[in-house]
């Protein structure tokens, strides 16, 4: 299967900074996700984003897939922005192959 | 509009007793998936329904496994018999569209534990 390494494994931020998250992925794909889960286990949507850049609020994601990339942009980081972010490709077999997630703490 | 349901949301039991999992799809989703998240291998996809019809369960990890979808708002994942390497937190999830191609959005999970 489609191999997704996610950079970096754990992120401690301070309240209020900026942070970007890396994923890479081994082949191609129809599509990409990025997750939150957060301190309760729940999954959270944050981006559908085959190629090109979204933005919903602070945060924002851009997928190169030529390039087999996505960047999740987080700005002014809050307390509840803590958890485990996860990038997941949609392969051509319709199966989401989920990264080993970047695990971040924003500290007050 | 409710998301997708999942019950029990808590399972311990003891090695060798049958565990059922449900599931509730959001309504109108065609298609239906089912992980499992452990420490050691992360989230992974076990199988996943297209119309009710099982498309891929090459996931599955051995014959103790079976999942079901008698129609298109219920499905269960069934553990018969269960054993203390089955415990993890299973998800299901569902997508609009048909073919599984599709944002997939999440249940809250169920948290099984086998002693």
């Known amino acids: 299967g489609i191999q997704v390494e996610q950079s970096p494994p754990d992120l401690i931020l301070q309240e209020g900074a900026n942070s970007t998250l890396r994923c890479n992925f081994s082949?191609?794909?129809?599509?990409l996700q990025w997750f939150h889960q957060n301190p309760w286990g729940q999954l959270i949507n944050l981006f559908y984003?085959?190629?090109g850049t979204k933005q919903n609020g602070r945060l924002s994601a851009t997928t190169v897939a030529t390039e087999r990339y996505s960047l999740l942009y987080i700005s002014s980081s809050q307390t509840t922005d803590s958890g485990v972010y996860f990038c997941?490709?949609?392969?051509?077999?319709?199966?989401?192959?989920f990264g080993t997630g970047t695990r971040l703490t924003v500290i007050p | 509009d409710a998301g997708v349901i999942q019950s029990p949301r808590h399972e311990v039991t003891e090695m060798g007793q049958e565990v059922t999992l449900r599931c509730k799809p959001i309504?109108?989703?065609?298609?239906l998936f089912w992980y499992r998240q452990t420490m050691m291998r992360g989230l992974e996809l076990l199988i996943y329904?297209?119309?009710?019809?099982?498309?891929?369960d090459s996931g599955m990890p051995e014959d103790r496994f079976s999942a079901k979808m008698p129609n298109a708002s219920f499905s269960t994942l069934k553990i018969q018999p269960s054993e203390p390497r089955d415990s993890a937190v299973y998800f299901c999830?569902?997508?609009?569209?048909?073919?599984?191609?599709?944002?997939?959005?999440f249940g809250p999970g169920t948290r099984l534990t086998v002693t």
């Open positions: 999830a569902s997508t609009p569209s048909s073919g599984g191609v599709g944002e997939q959005y």
């Open positions: 082949d191609s794909v129809n599509n």
């Open positions: 984003i085959p190629s």
């Open positions: 997941a490709p949609l392969t051509g077999a319709n199966n989401l192959f």
């Open positions: 309504s109108g989703h065609n298609s």
């Open positions: 329904f297209n119309n009710n019809v099982p498309i891929d």
